[in-house]
């Protein structure tokens, strides 16, 4: 059981919009900053969005993220089939002193 | 450019011990801390250790304490994890990742990965 939730799964249509969620408390999300990571089979993870909300140079701006108190939530819009992959958000954690990942989050693109 | 470069695929017995290399290149080795992330066949990312390469200071997951451990090697700019006393559940991919961002840190680079399969 991690200690960020994430939906196993989200879908939606290419060109639609899709948010997942990632649920924390003070100890790790709320204080400190969130970073998204996507990662496809096979493959290692890719860094997404990290001081909550900034995109490293060549993630493209359909792809955002924001927070508010314990939450942290990544928004994809204009969906592409390229965009099927697992999504995961991670923290540090001030009281166990360790990273934290969320579960994991699978986005299929219908 | 940045790279991090892990060491190949190990099959080993249960109880015995494994030992993956991760080989920093492109940046200043003692700058940032590096962070070990393992993944369980189909399963999330789980994060194992984190260790400063410039002091070597380490600290490990509570599930793994007693069994894991990180060194490093400033003059060829590596990491090293071992694990010892392997058990099936310890079958993964193997990542190491650098932290950047200070206080407030996040991956920006990773490891290819190292396949660990733990089977008698």
């Known amino acids: 059981q991690s200690v960020l939730t994430q939906p196993p799964s989200v879908s939606a249509a290419p060109g639609q919009k899709v948010t997942i969620s990632c649920s924390g408390s003070?100890?790790?999300?709320?204080?400190?900053?969130v970073s998204w990571y996507r990662q496809l089979p096979g493959t290692a993870p890719k860094l997404l969005i990290y001081?909550?909300?900034k995109r490293p140079s060549g993630i493209p701006d359909r792809l955002s993220g924001s927070k508010s108190g314990t939450s942290a939530t990544l928004g994809i819009t204009g969906l592409q089939t390229g965009d099927e992959a697992d999504y995961y958000c991670?923290?540090?954690?001030?009281?166990?002193?360790?990273?934290?990942f969320g579960g994991g989050t699978k986005l299929t693109v219908l | 450019q940045v790279q991090l470069v892990q060491s190949g695929a190990e099959v080993k017995k249960p109880g015995a011990s494994v030992k993956v290399s991760c080989k920093a290149s492109g940046y200043s080795f003692t700058s940032f801390y590096i962070h070990w992330v393992r993944q369980a066949p189909g399963q999330g990312l789980e994060w194992v250790a984190i260790?400063?390469?410039?002091?070597?200071?380490?600290n490990y997951a509570q599930k793994l304490q007693g069994r894991v451990t990180m060194t490093r090697d400033a003059s060829t700019s590596t990491v090293y994890m071992e694990l010892s006393s392997l058990g099936s559940e310890d079958t993964a991919v193997y990542y190491c990742?650098?932290?950047?961002?200070?206080?407030?840190?996040?991956?920006?680079?990773w490891g290819q990965g190292t396949l660990v399969t733990v089977s008698s």
């Open positions: 260790i400063n390469p410039s002091g070597g200071s380490t």
């Open positions: 991670g923290t540090w954690d001030n009281s166990l002193s360790v990273w934290v």
């Open positions: 003070s100890s790790n999300i709320g204080n400190n900053y």
């Open positions: 001081d909550n909300y």
């Open positions: 990742a650098r932290a950047v961002g200070g206080s407030y840190p996040y991956f920006d680079y």
